[in-house]
């Protein structure tokens, strides 16, 4: 019997030594996997086999069409009988990495499955899209279109839409237009992320602005924001006439936040609501920040920081750009299918990119990298509480600078709870 600690020293040396020979022989990459997968089949613990599965597929991640090993096709058919309900999920993986034929349909049986759990469509979904399966998109618009929701679809719509962004089909823009008014919450930021994705997706998406076909206000200012990084002018233009910008000088910004300051007295944050200020959190800050636990963690986590600080929380909500941190500078890559994506720079090595946006993290092969650029602007942009009237921007300050977690509004809560 193998010591179950050092078990996870399998997997962590697996994935270090394979990257490390591949960098070395990128012509042949997969000639280093040929020993490994003898040794899979040879081995019948199943804690090992994990292990192992769990190196190779780290090391292959974001590597897509990779050359199928010799005796890859009878392991798999060995491993797909284990009892280790993980050591079939990874062997199905690393199959679609090694494209084959079989798994990828198997994975789009699954995505297709209303009755398949909603964490094993998800997974299948996103293993189809990051090795840019054509089959998928179908199954993704279908996902889409779908007037009534059945089994877990509810779970895998918002998944379907982010797949798409993976892949430059010229009916997208239509296919989500078409449904946007009928989506949750979560799936209109979904959507709008994916139509952000591409300029020809982006030019749709403020023509439907523009048409109030979607609300104006639907559009984030970090949205707003990875439009201008596109630095494309009609883009730019248009976005300046539907959406609108502002960039005020210091000095304006000086005087804006003594004038949120003289407002925002101690008894005017007394009659502040703060459930509705959480429910303006959610909407505004939690794409990006964590508080009590919730939200996103691409910026800053605000539950230790200063937000009780009237003065901290208006420098930093008025004037983002002021002090901005290497880790919160957004980067902007672009991918030699014209795909741009914006975001924090999670995780990088030798093979591939790990960028983490406001709708999940995204992997890039850096051979399919054409342009990449880090801006010194803040992930906060500035202008954010344009689009808040003066008492959501009070309840949000109040809420803030809570020390405990408050209950949504009653109809709010009652909605998620549906």
Not at 33 to 62: C, E, M, S, W, Y
Not at 79 to 92: F, G, W
Not at 96 to 108: K, T
Not at 140 to 150: D, F, S, W
Request: glycine letters at 4%.
């Amino acid at each position: 019997m193998k010591p179950r600690h050092l078990i996870p020293i399998v997997s962590l040396f697996t994935a270090l030594i394979l990257s490390a020979l591949w960098a070395e022989d990128a012509q042949q990459p997969t000639s280093n996997l040929d020993p490994l997968v003898q040794l899979l089949t040879q081995v019948d613990d199943a804690n090992f086999q994990l292990d192992l599965l769990r190196g190779i597929h780290d090391a292959v991640k974001g590597r897509r069409k990779i050359t199928m090993p010799k005796n890859w096709p009878v392991t798999a058919k060995k491993l797909a009988k284990s009892t280790n309900a993980e050591v079939r999920e990874k062997t199905t993986l690393l199959s679609v990495i090694f494209g084959d034929p079989q798994a990828l349909a198997a994975l789009r049986k699954v995505v297709s499955d209303s009755k398949s759990p909603a964490d094993e469509r998800q997974t299948a979904l996103s293993a189809l899209a990051q090795n840019q399966d054509k089959a998928l998109i179908p199954l993704l618009i279908a996902l889409v279109e779908k007037p009534t929701l059945t089994g877990t679809d509810a779970q895998v719509r918002g998944p379907a839409l982010r797949g798409l962004a993976a892949y430059n089909a010229l009916n997208t823009p239509t296919v989500i237009l078409a449904r946007y008014a009928k989506f949750t919450e979560a799936e209109k930021c979904d959507a709008i992320n994916t139509l952000a994705s591409r300029p020809s997706y982006a030019l749709q998406l403020l023509t439907a602005i523009e048409k109030k076909q979607v609300p104006s206000r639907d559009l984030s200012a970090f949205t707003a924001r990875q439009l201008l990084g596109l630095n494309n002018k009609s883009i730019t233009k248009r976005l300046n006439q539907v959406w609108g910008t502002t960039r005020a000088t210091s000095k304006d910004k000086a005087d804006l936040i003594a004038q949120y300051k003289r407002k925002l007295t101690g008894k005017e944050l007394k009659k502040a609501d703060k459930s509705h200020g959480r429910l303006v959190f959610s909407r505004t800050c939690a794409a990006c920040h964590l508080l009590f636990g919730e939200g996103k963690k691409i910026g800053p986590d605000l539950t230790g920081s200063q937000r009780a600080n009237l003065d901290y929380v208006l420098q930093n909500v008025l004037d983002p750009n002021a002090v901005v941190g290497r880790d919160y500078q957004m980067s902007v890559i672009v991918n030699d299918q014209g795909r741009i994506v914006t975001g924090i720079i999670a995780e990088e090595n030798e093979n591939t990119v790990t960028v983490l946006t406001p709708t999940g993290k995204v992997i890039i092969p850096k051979n399919e990298i054409e342009a990449r650029k880090r801006s010194p602007l803040s992930m906060m942009p500035e202008g954010m509480i344009a689009k808040l009237n003066p008492e959501e921007f009070r309840d949000l300050v109040a809420y803030l600078a809570s020390p405990l977690q408050v209950d949504l509004p009653k109809s709010d809560a009652t909605s998620k709870e549906r």
